[in-house]
């Protein structure tokens, strides 16, 4: 089974740059053929995609309101991926999640694996 944990989260100035991993810490393996993808949920607001990757040849999905500033990477060894998150805004405050599926979707609704969240706020 594959358990993913988030981590990296944290309070930023505006402009300041947080670099977020998503471990996997159960003993399952990530298929090749899944999808890995960031979202966020910013304070009273619903769940909204920001990025994913194919495990499988790479490609990748960014939302508008993050492309140029955010770069979501596979990882290595127990880490399963990162999201590298550059010129922060207060609009970038929410928590991040990390999921698992096996859609090619920016729809949360199709992800069935998710992690517990890290926070991540800036100032402004």
């Known amino acids: 089974q594959v358990q993913l944990v988030e981590s990296g989260g944290g309070s930023v100035q505006a402009g300041g740059s947080l670099r977020l991993s998503c471990a996997n810490s159960?003993?399952?393996?990530?298929?090749?053929?899944?999808?890995m993808a960031w979202f966020r949920q910013p304070p009273g607001k619903e769940r909204e995609f920001v990025a994913l990757i194919r495990w499988r040849g790479g490609s990748i999905i960014y939302a508008e309101s993050v492309k140029g500033r955010f770069t979501i990477t596979k990882g290595d060894g127990r880490n399963a991926m990162y999201l590298q998150m550059n010129s922060l805004k207060a609009g970038d405050t929410a928590v991040y999640y990390c999921?698992?599926?096996?859609?090619?979707?920016?729809?949360?609704?199709?992800?069935?694996?998710w992690g517990q969240g890290t926070q991540v706020t800036v100032a402004s």
């Open positions: 999921a698992i599926g096996s859609q090619y979707t920016t729809d949360p609704s199709q992800y069935g694996n």
């Open positions: 159960g003993p399952g393996r990530i298929l090749s053929s899944s999808i």
